[in-house]
């Protein structure tokens, strides 16, 4: 009697305790979230986490490890009910990450790569209502283009809405495949649990397609999974695997490769199995690689080249590899700043792969769960192994593209989260509080450091990758006022892009001066009080997010300083035509 009172006391002290730090999570966030409002970006900020209040990021962090306490204590059945309000919470802070840049008043993000291109597209279904031939994600830019007809919301809106979206669908995903992997209601939370951290850095606020396609991935594999219990999930199948490569090409490569290995393995090593049993057929897979062939033939016949179709999935047949950049890197940046920066953007996943191996020690040592578990350690195997591929011979992905936007990633929390429900299954002792504590701080240390690497910062020896509006009106000056026949010298801001968001895809592949793939001599080719850049008359372009890469991230690559900078107004053959502030345009005349 006295020992159910304690327990009774205890559970009301504990749930007191937990309103007020729930209650307290959600107040700080809308002080934080109301100042943050008050403090919108003036112009270009080298770095999002110096700037934005430092009440966000303690009210974010502190909201996910309340969120977290809210998962563990739903592990126990009189407090069941807090796994949504955990999950929820969760969800929230999560969102409130992925939009800071936009909260804050960002004009937008990784312009300088596919981004602005992506948007490009975009604008030529909704100007000429066509897609361009070789378009080889045909099927995002109709989506938007959709959707910014229904809703009277802008593209560029779109894109910073969107994110948090998929997000969403992505951990629905994650929660509805956990239950048909195990239907534990312990494993689901634990493994609601293990999806908190942000993976997929500096992508994740964006639309990339392949970033898309990539939320999509763990709804893709519930639908499987249900497929040989429910034969109407088998149209969602066809669906998803059709809209795949029209979605992203490598995306549905991964997905055939996936499949094709989960195949191969209950063809060859569970023959005893009853067929009804298996989770992939002869049909789903050869469906998802007819779709496959389908983009592939479609794409031959549009470009009229074997060779083109394959550059678009590969890259170029000459040129540098992924690791050759790499091996680049750590010889401009130093081995030191290069693995730092790789060990805070990949730190989240390397914790997160080590965690996976002890879970799949522990799968291989129990026969129960290898029927159960071993498509997901296939998928995570072979999938690993291909990314090594690209690493190796893929000329189109960089190295933060490749580290960043790892597909892997989504099959692990469910392996952590096994190692979760392996220890709270040990029964009592002190060891295994010390394995769960331990195990929960590398969760969110995992959590932590996905957080510092989700923007571009100094903190990953990157500037921040903002374009401001000033920067957009400055190229939108030199584009309409350029000489058709003269180059632009470009730093680390290609014209082309700007051109793609304000004029379209179209447009900037028409106007061919745009797109010269000129790159700017160190120091501008400065022979004392002159420029040397070529032998031609060339504009130059510098804006702010050039001058703090150089002369502030980067000073040990000695490429840029502030005074190379500062002489471009003192040379006698150098004039500044144009300055926006965050944009500045200069002439440099052969005839001088």
Known sequence: MIKLKNEYNGNRSTCRILKISTATSFVMLAIALIILASEQAQGYEISIYQSTNILLWVSVFFGICNGFILLVLSLREETRRLWVLGAFQIVFCNCILISLYALKGYFQILFRGDLATYLGMIKDITVFGSISPDNVYPLPPILFSQLEQVSSLSTLMLSKILPSL????????????????LNDKKYVALVTISSIP????????????????????????????????????????????FVYPFWHPI????????????????????????AQNHLLTLTLLFFAIVCLLFWMITQLILLKSATR?????????????????????????????????????????????????????????????????????????VGS??????????RIHTVDRLLNLNFNMVFTPFLVGLVFLTILNTGKSRKKTIFVVMLSGLVLLSTLTAMVS???????????????????????WLISNKEFGVNVAKILSPLSRYSDFIYGHEYTKSRKDLDLRMIMPDHFGSIGYTLSIQDKDVYIVVTTFDKYSYSVIWQSINRFS??????????SNCYQVYDSINYEVYFNPIDH
Request: with cysteine; net charge positive; aromatic share 22%.
């Open 166 to 181: 998929f997000f969403i669908i992505y951990f629905i995903g994650i929660i509805c495949w956990s239950k048909e992997v």
């Open 198 to 241: 942000l993976f997929f850095a500096w992508f994740s606020p964006t639309i990339y397609f392949q970033m898309l396609s990539v939320w999509t991935l763990p709804l893709f594999f519930f639908i499987i999974y249900r497929c040989h219990t429910h034969t109407s999930f088998k149209v969602l199948f066809f669906i998803m695997c």
């Open 251 to 274: 995306t549905s490569i991964f997905t055939c490769v996936y499949l094709g290995s989960v195949y191969a393995y209950e063809q060859l090593f569970s023959r005893k199995k009853p």
């Open 309 to 381: 179709v394959f550059e678009q999935i590969i890259g170029l047949l000459e040129g540098y590899t992924t690791a050759d950049v790499a091996r680049y890197y750590i010889t401009r940046l130093g081995f030191v700043d290069t693995l730092r920066s790789a060990y805070l953007m990949f730190n989240d996943d390397l914790i997160y792969y080590l965690l996976s191996i002890v879970g799949i020690a522990y799968v291989l040592k129990n026969k129960k769960m290898k029927e159960r578990f071993l498509p997901i350690i296939i998928c995570l195997v």
């Open 385 to 394: 192994l291909l990314l090594f591929l690209f690493f190796f011979f893929a």
């Open 454 to 476: 989700l923007y571009q910062s100094p903190l990953t020896i990157r500037p921040n990758d903002q374009t401001t509006e000033s920067e957009i009106q400055g190229a939108n």
């Open 562 to 571: 502030k005074s190379d900078f500062t002489r471009l107004n003192f040379y």
